[in-house]
Nanobody, 120 residues
Framework: QVQLMESGGGLVQPGGSLRLSCAAS????????MAWYRQAPAKERELVAR???????DVADSVKDRFTISGDSANNTMYLQMNSLQPEDTAAYYC??????????????WGKGTWVTVSS
């Protein structure tokens, strides 16, 4: 019912930057919040940053000084600007969307993920 298209991942050197994008489409009536999660090999998935429809943000302490979440509500798109990337940021980054659709309320939707690799 909601499709999430992530882009912007790739290989970057330590200290570099990347910008992830996530575009939501489908039978969306209302987006409640969008978020980025990440999962490194052999680790649990963790919240990186969340953006609510009201503009409130929640960013993990481990990236608070380096990552910025933003959104374009007119286009149902969310961004994650990642600066000063470090090897420990290497992970698959997943877009999450909580939304009301034509068929369900407060649904939870996930993208397929985009890999970010930080290495020299």
């Amino acid at each position: 019912q909601v499709q999430l298209m992530e882009s912007g991942g790739g290989l970057v050197q330590p200290g570099g930057s990347l910008r992830l994008s996530c575009a939501a489409s489908g039978n969306i009536r209302r987006i409640i919040a969008m978020a980025w999660y990440r999962q490194a090999p052999a680790k649990e998935r963790e919240l990186v940053a969340r953006l609510t429809s009201g503009g409130e943000t929640d960013v993990a302490d481990s990236v608070k000084d380096r990552f910025t979440i933003s959104g374009d509500s007119a286009n149902n798109t969310m961004y994650l600007q990642m600066n000063s990337l470090q090897p420990e940021d290497t992970a698959a980054y997943y877009c999450n969307c909580r939304a009301d659709t034509d068929y369900s309320l407060y649904g939870d939707y996930w993208g397929k993920g985009t890999w970010v690799t930080v290495s020299s």
